[in-house]
């Protein structure tokens, strides 16, 4: 699986992505809206976890790779997640932190979405986030996706779900 947009390339992700998934995950500011950063076991067990989703699923996180250098700069991609007790689609994304604010998210985000449409012919995909997490909203606000609820959540707090349907894919601009 492979999926190109004008900047990135969207692959599945191996082991030779762990040290610069591993400098991404475990950053206490990139991961400040999760529970904690990740460790290395946990960065290793978020590269299997993905690799068994691309079997089971068909689909999961995807190494974000920067086309101009060949370095991998993040995860993003499709997995299913609960949200509010429902096992659903949600586009999902972590970009290096000194790389944020230059779109990076949005357009892998874009890609992703363009794939559950597209290819697997999905009738709706989800973001969800803690509720702090600004950027990850906007992200999702800047790609159609629309608010649909905010819940508590043991986890977050409270939880933002965002959502954008197949028909309003399609129908955009």
Partial sequence: MLI???RLILREMNFEDFDALYGILSDAETMRHYPAPF?????????DRNQRRYKEDGF?????VLKKTGEVIGDCGITLQP????MLPEIGYHIRRDLWRN???SEA?????????ETLKLSAVYSYMKYTNAASYGVALKNGMRF???YDDPVNIKT???RITREEWLNRK
């Fill in 160 to 162: 933002r779900v965002y």
């Fill in 109 to 117: 985000a874009l890609a992703s979405m363009k794939y559950a449409f």
């Fill in 148 to 150: 649909v609820e905010e």
């Fill in 83 to 86: 949200i509010h007790g429902e």
């Fill in 39 to 47: 460790d290395k076991a946990k960065v290793k067990s978020w590269i």
């Fill in 60 to 64: 999961g996180l995807w190494a974000v």
């Fill in 4 to 6: 190109e947009t004008e």
């Fill in 103 to 105: 779109g990076y998210g």
